[in-house]
Structure formats: structure tokens, C-alpha cells
């Protein structure tokens, strides 16, 4: 299961930005899974969060 630490994220968008499919900006500017879905941009997208705050 995928998740954001909401805490740590600072809504950079980057994660949104290499794997739309799964993750959106809410309207508190941070980052909310939109999907649950395994697909190979969530690697990515934890790999290019610069606070870690995406776990799977
Ligand atoms: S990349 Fe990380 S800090 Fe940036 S919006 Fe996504 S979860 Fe938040």
C-alpha cells in the first residue's frame, strides 16, 4: 500500500509530476493518493520526493 506521510510532504509536486496516475495535489497543497496503484512511476516518484515522505 502506498502512502504520504502528510507531515513531511511540503507539496513540491514532484511525485505528481512523474506519476499523476497515482498521486494529486489536494486543495491543501499537499500530496493525497489518488489511486492505489503499483505501477513503475511510484518508484520513481519515492526516489525523487526530497522529504521521503512516500512509503510503499
Ligand atoms: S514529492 Fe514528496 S514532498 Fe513533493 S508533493 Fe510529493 S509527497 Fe509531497
Known amino acids: ?12 509536486g514532484a511525485c505528481v509530476a512523474i506519476c ?3 498521486f494529486e495535489i489536494d486543495k491543501n497543497g499537499k500530496s ?7 505501477t513503475s ?3 520513481k516518484a519515492i526516489k525523487s520526493c526530497p ?3 512516500i512509503t510503499k
Open 1 to 12: 500500500m502506498i502512502k504520504i506521510d502528510r507531515d513531511l510532504c511540503i507539496g513540491c
Open 20 to 22: 499523476s496516475e497515482v
Open 32 to 38: 493525497r493518493i489518488k489511486q492505489q496503484k503499483n
Open 41 to 43: 512511476c511510484v518508484d
Open 51 to 53: 522529504v521521503g515522505a
